[in-house]
């Protein structure tokens, strides 16, 4: 992996994705570009899912990280940049409204202000950050209860202000994970995370998982305690709901 930091910023008026630019110019593009685009016109979300924004309301950028030559380094990579984006978070929102949930949303009160999207592609890894600076009205339901550094601070928010500040968490979080300080992600976010014990249910595709949270593994895969039929069951994808 290249270590550089994150001193290369592209900033695009509009783009369909901030992630898509970059997997479709990483050859180009040194290690440590960041793009970030005023507005997206097919912003992309987990599992296929449309991601939504409003120039000057939100954030939308994304990551090139590269020389990556296997897949699990992108899941450990989006686990970092949450807790990054979290720590710049900070800057606005008290530290103890915020929580991160897994695999790697960002929520304050419980309120989604904050979306990770990591892809791998040749030998390089994208991380999409997408945040609510400011509430705006979107194109069609979100589903479930989000919320916006605006609110959740009671001022106005500058989009470049957040922009410098995140760039300048993230090279910061990078950098000491390149020196293997923080080497043992996701085991810091697990424990960050607070879900040791939870009581969850995990919706992934079809199958729903209801059970208590016992670990994670260093591929940021869930194991979860199923207790109607006392088996451990290992969760890649889904989406959780804490069930107290
Ligand atoms: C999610 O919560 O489902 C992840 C959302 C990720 C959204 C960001 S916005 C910038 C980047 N470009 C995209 O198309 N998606 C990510």
């Not at 479709?24 to 040194?30: E, G, I, T, V, Y």
């Not at 899941?75 to 990054?84: D, G, K, T, W």
């Not at 339901?141 to 202000?161: F, K, M, R």
């Not at 969850?200 to 591929?219: C, P, W």
Request: aromatic content about 10%.
């Amino acid at each position: 992996m290249k270590c550089e930091n994150f001193d290369n910023i592209v900033l695009l008026d509009k783009i369909d994705s901030t992630n898509s630019y970059l997997k479709k110019n990483s050859a180009l593009l040194p290690q440590g570009t960041v793009v970030f685009a005023g507005e997206q016109t097919s912003g992309k979300g987990r599992l296929s899912r449309k991601w939504f924004g409003e120039k000057g309301k939100s954030i939308a950028c994304s990551f090139l990280i590269k020389d990556i030559f296997d897949n699990v380094d992108a899941i450990r990579l989006s686990f970092l940049f949450s807790i990054a984006v979290r720590d710049a978070l900070t800057k606005y929102i008290d530290y103890g409204k915020i929580s991160l949930k897994w695999p790697n949303d960002i929520l304050v009160s419980g309120k989604k202000i904050c979306g990770i999207l990591s892809e791998y592609s040749k030998g390089c890894v994208v991380i999409g950050i997408g945040i609510n600076a400011a509430d705006f009205i979107p194109p069609q339901e979100i589903g479930q209860p989000w919320t916006s550094v605006e609110s959740e601070s009671g001022h106005n928010v500058s989009i470049a202000d957040l922009q410098e500040e995140l760039v300048e968490t993230v090279n910061i979080i990078f950098s000491r994970y390149c020196t293997n300080e923080l080497s043992d992600i996701p085991f810091i976010w697990f424990r960050e995370a607070d879900i040791i014990n939870k009581n969850v249910t995990v919706l992934s595709g079809s199958t729903a998982v209801t059970g208590e949270v016992i670990s994670i593994d260093d591929k940021g895969i869930l194991n979860v305690f199923d207790k109607k039929n006392g088996e451990i069951k290992s969760i890649s994808f889904g989406d959780i709901t804490y069930n107290d």
